[in-house]
């Protein structure tokens, strides 16, 4: 984990790049940090291998204040991979990806099985690619380099300055699939800047907006998307993806409230009766002051012979809350494959249903509209 | 100094002159100009400056004179080719691989050296060397009076017994020279210096201000013997040629201008070695301009008013 | 056929003093090299590493004024201080040669990427680690144009310093000047036009094995 504490940054001339910056950057997390040019979030990320050292403040990794590193140590335990890719070119691939654990004195035997398995990380084959030099790769196989070259000492923490921002388009989407494939096995916190919000969108945990030196706003993509802090941040996302964001309407409007639930006083015979009528294997059970129960199952009811309603609840349903957010119930019918669910309020009071179908129906046709995602 | 820095612009005024050519332009008065050409050092500037002076005076023509020629060769090619129609030279240039081997005998002797140059350089190049203006500046060497006395050394063959130890300082041609130069001399006189170090005319008293030389080739003339009180040492085995100035003239101007041949007759055994030294102490020590030194001498001589 | 046995007789005649005029003209070139490429290199290191403009002008500036000095007027300059022969004319040498090699060098290290350089700093590299591995590396291809272009200025200087004692190849050009042989001009000028195109046919080669083993720059 790394944090900043209220980090300034002015230079001798008297500019002020960085102001009173607080930030976060969780283990294992893809951190992007965005602004436009000039915003000081490159700045704020060479602060952390001290290629920039800051002016106030203290940056902390794992609760050490990096002020008391070495600088050049530090250096060698964080991967570092930027935007004109910096490989070499006059050192072979091989070369270039052992440059740190050489720095770092591993011995040969270590270096070779390390940078095959590095290459192999990045989808290079070792012994194709080894022994070239880097103008004999494509810009995309270059960049994967770069990354291979980061790893190569097993570093907790990676920074990324724009790394595929100099790349084709379609390498670009190429590695940031991988980057984020990579990123599940080898679970780095990745410090990553770039100007680009389609790519911060993608592949971040948490994106860090910043202008003028400030953090302007920070969050998950989808807090970002949803809830811009102001017109500044609004403008940078541009409307077309704020239009795309826009919240998916919420649970409220898929509730059937015309579904009567089932009181605990009525009897065995006349629920049985109802749930036939209405063709009907599930119905939702409340106490005489509306408080939810369960989910009543008509397979139970008929293969058991109590005759209180509460032995028939199906314990494996569980009823949604109207403030649930709408991926989360999606998510959960996915894994539960249930055709109806019932709704309760903040209290367990019973509220409706919600018809799974009529659900999915009225979410794809949002999600058409973004010509998919 | 000046003189180095001028060695590259003398060069490359020659070939300047070389392209430019010709003699279609007039005086004033409408005589012609004559071009005369100098060597790097100072006596032939001085003879050339009397040349013009008399010249300006008593006829019509004017003389333009292209000083600091590196090498007397160079100036007698550019006479040849007709650059230049006159010229201040040393009767040991006929020693100079003008002339075949069988053609030129080598000798010590004044007049018969006169003699060879005089008619190999007019069946050769077509040029009138006229007699003797009077001196000779010839090639010696000079050794610090300290030196000398420490050492009782007054000729080249006292030197010779210390030369092991000494460094001479000479002009690079002397080096390579055929009969006169450091070889014949080393055979002449059976000995060899340390090391011989070629260098430029000038730079060879420098080299013993600064203790870097301690033998030098230098010329008779040279004011700097005076000055630097060297003793020019007793060439008792007359190894080195001689080496008498005359004027040089184109023929074919000659017989164009028969008066300049009249004017050049009238310098003939006018200048004696003594006043020539002096001159050039007047140029090279004094800083007069060699214009002035020439004029001021044709008019103690009575030859100009 | 008489001409090319003359010459020939001649070559017989005087190879050993050839050869010696050629060997100190080779001395002083390659004197003035070495020394010129270890003062310029580090000085050009610690030029691209000076943050203030103004020293980095002054040095090239003074560089610059050497350069402009003529020949004829540099070798003079040097007699008072240094006296005659060899040490004033390498030296002379040498402040000629200060300029072209620091400026290839310094172009040389200010032409890398920096981003290269940013990634060795970034990946750990100390200052000279970064220097020697990458930086060196990297400005070689200038600075051995540097070095080449160098290198046949002087040999062809070189032959300037015989007017003030130094021997070399410009001793036999001078005395064929002054007595007028022709065989002691064209061997001068032969030789040191063989000298300056074998060094650089020397460095071509250098640089081209170079290149090979690292193949395609950047």
């Keep these: 984990m790394i944090e900043l504490r209220k980090v300034n940054k002015v230079y001798e001339d008297g500019t002020h790049v960085l102001k009173d910056i607080d930030l976060l950057f969780e283990s294992g997390k893809i951190n992007v940090l965005i602004g436009p040019s000039g915003c000081g979030k490159t700045t704020t990320m060479r602060l952390l291998n001290r290629l920039t050292e800051h002016t106030g403040g203290e940056i902390f990794i794992d609760e050490k204040n990096i002020a008391d590193f070495n600088p050049i140590e530090l250096r060698r335990h964080m991967g570092y991979v930027i935007q004109s890719i910096g490989l070499f070119p006059h050192m072979t691939i091989y070369d270039n990806v052992a440059t740190v654990p050489r720095l770092l004195k591993w011995d040969k035997s270590k270096i070779d099985k390390r940078v095959n398995e590095l290459l192999e990380l990045v989808n290079l084959n070792p012994e194709q690619y080894k022994k070239r030099y880097p103008s004999e790769l494509s810009g995309g196989q270059q960049q994967r380099i770069g990354v291979a070259r980061a790893l190569a000492a097993e570093p907790a923490t990676i920074l990324m300055d724009e790394p595929f921002s100099a790349l084709d388009p379609i390498s670009r989407d190429q590695l940031q699939n991988e980057l984020v494939r990579l990123q599940e096995d080898i679970q780095k916190t990745i410090i990553f800047v770039t100007h680009d919000m389609d790519e911060a969108l993608k592949i971040a945990d948490q994106i860090i907006l910043m202008k003028d030196g400030r953090v302007v706003q920070k969050g998950t993509p989808r807090e970002i998307l949803t809830n811009p802090a102001n017109d500044f941040v609004r403008e940078f996302i541009g409307e077309e993806r704020l239009k795309t964001a826009e919240p998916l309407p919420s649970l409220s409007n898929f509730i059937d409230p015309t579904i009567q639930a089932i009181h605990l006083s009525e009897s065995k015979e006349s629920v049985i009766k109802k749930l036939m009528e209405q063709q009907c294997f599930t119905y939702p059970l409340v106490d005489e002051t509306n408080q939810f129960l369960g989910q009543l199952s008509l397979q139970k009811i008929m293969n058991e012979s109590s005759v209180h309603l509460e032995d028939f609840v199906d314990p494996s349903v569980q009823a949604l809350t109207t403030d649930q957010d709408i991926e989360d119930v999606l998510e959960y019918l996915e894994k539960h494959k249930h055709h109806s669910l019932p709704v309760v309020d903040n209290e367990n009071m019973f509220v409706g249903m919600i018809d799974m179908k009529e659900l999915f129906r009225s979410v794809r046709s949002v999600y058409g509209k973004r010509g998919g995602n | 100094m000046k003189k180095l820095t001028l060695l590259c612009t003398s060069l490359l005024l020659l070939v300047v002159l070389t392209a430019c050519g010709g003699k279609d332009k007039e005086t004033a008065a ?131 017994k210390y030369a092991k130890d000494l460094t001479i300082g000479t002009d690079s041609a002397w080096i390579e020279r055929g009969d006169d130069g450091y070889r014949a001399f080393q055979e002449h006189y059976d000995y060899s210096f340390k090391k011989a170090n070629g260098l430029e005319i000038s730079l060879m008293y420098e080299g013993l201000k600064l203790r870097e030389l301690d033998a030098i080739t230098a010329y008779s003339v040279d004011p700097e013997i005076k000055e630097l009180n060297l003793r020019v040492l007793e060439d008792d085995k007359g190894f080195f040629p001689p080496s008498t100035a005359s004027l040089v003239a184109r023929e074919d101007t000659l017989k164009d201008y028969p008066e300049l041949e009249e004017i050049i007759n009238s310098l003939t055994d006018q200048i004696n070695e003594e006043e020539m030294t002096q001159m050039i102490y007047e140029v090279d020590i004094e800083k007069q301009e060699p214009k002035d030194v020439a004029k001021k001498f044709l008019i103690e001589k009575g030859l100009l008013k | 056929m008489e001409f090319i046995r003359n010459y020939f007789e001649f070559w017989r005649d005087r190879y050993p003093s050839i050869l010696e005029y050629a060997v100190q003209h080779l001395i002083m070139s390659a004197l003035s090299l070495v020394i010129g490429i270890l ?56 402040l000629y040669s200060l300029l072209p090699l620091l400026r290839n060098t310094y172009a040389g290290i200010q032409s890398i990427d920096s981003g290269i350089v940013d990634a060795a700093k970034g990946m750990g590299y100390n200052s000279f680690q970064s220097l020697i591995k990458v930086e060196l590396p990297l400005a070689m291809p200038y600075i051995m144009s540097g070095i080449r272009v160098t290198s046949v200025y002087i040999i062809s200087w070189v032959t300037m310093a015989a007017v003030i004692g130094a021997g070399g190849l410009g001793g036999l050009i001078i005395s064929g000047i002054g007595f007028n042989d022709k065989n002691l001009i064209f061997t001068g000028t032969l030789l040191a036009i063989v000298l300056a195109v074998a060094t650089d046919l020397l460095f071509a080669r250098f640089e081209k094995s170079r290149n090979r083993t690292r193949r395609k720059t950047i």
């Design chain 2, 30 to 160: 409408g005589g012609t100009f004559f071009e005369m050409g100098t060597q790097d050092y100072t006596d032939p500037k001085i003879i050339a400056y009397m040349v013009k002076e008399l010249v300006e005076d008593q006829t019509d023509h004017e003389v333009n004179v292209t000083e600091n020629i590196q090498a007397s060769p160079l100036i007698i090619t550019a006479m040849d080719k007709g650059d230049f129609d006159l010229a201040t030279l040393y009767s040991g240039e006929v020693y100079n691989n003008h002339f075949d081997d069988d053609q030129v005998e080598y000798t010590t002797d004044p007049d018969k050296t006169l003699e060879q140059a005089q008619k190999l350089f007019d069946e050769k190049f077509n040029l009138k060397w006229f007699d003797s203006l009077g001196f000779e500046n010839k090639y010696t060497i000079a050794i610090t009076e300290d030196l000398a006395k420490k050492k009782n050394i007054e000729t080249m063959t006292d030197l010779g």
């Design chain 3, 39 to 94: 003062v310029t290199i580090p000085l050009a290191i610690l030029l691209t590493r000076l943050k203030r403009n103004f020293l980095k002008s002054l040095v090239f500036n003074i560089a610059n004024v050497f350069q402009t000095v003529p020949t004829i007027a540099m070798l003079a300059l040097m007699i008072p201080i240094l006296g005659i022969g060899m040490k004033p004319a390498v030296t002379a040498m040498f």
